[in-house]
Nanobody, 125 residues
Framework: QVQLVESGRGLVQAGGSLRLSCAAS????????MGWFRQAPGKERDIVAA????????SYATSVKGRFTISRDNANNTLYLQMNSLKPEDTAIYYC??????????????????WGQGTQVTVSS
């Protein structure tokens, strides 16, 4: 089992920045590829960004490319999502997730084995 806990929730104005963190415990963090997903009210949960176990491979949703950066610190069992130039349409609950397919940057939710409880991000216009 892997336990994932997100932090960094907040209310920010459009154009602002926010950093989300995801603390992992229970199993060796570097055994897993990691991802950030988000879900807005009335919408499906979508990929935001993903990263392989070693950070070599990353993948981003088109809507966030160039504004968001995913990174990880395997020594401290933590995943990050730096979000810049935030837009109102980025408002959602953000979830981190872990996948046993460690060598890839996984963009499919079904491939993830463990999920955090989510953290709210609200961007005002």
């Amino acid at each position: 089992q892997v336990q994932l806990v997100e932090s960094g929730r907040g209310l920010v104005q459009a154009g602002g920045s926010l950093r989300l963190s995801c603390a992992a415990s229970g199993r060796t963090f570097s055994n897993y590829a990691m991802g950030w997903f988000r879900q807005a009210p009335g919408k499906e949960r979508d990929i935001v960004a993903a990263i392989s176990w070693d950070g070599i491979y990353t993948s981003y949703a088109t809507s966030v490319k160039g504004r968001f950066t995913i990174s990880r610190d395997n020594a401290n069992n933590t995943l990050y999502l730096q979000m810049n130039s935030l837009k109102p349409e980025d408002t959602a609950i953000y979830y981190c997730a872990a996948s046993r397919l460690r060598g890839l940057a996984i963009v499919t939710a079904a491939a993830y084995d463990y999920w955090g409880q989510g953290t709210q991000v609200t961007v005002s216009s």
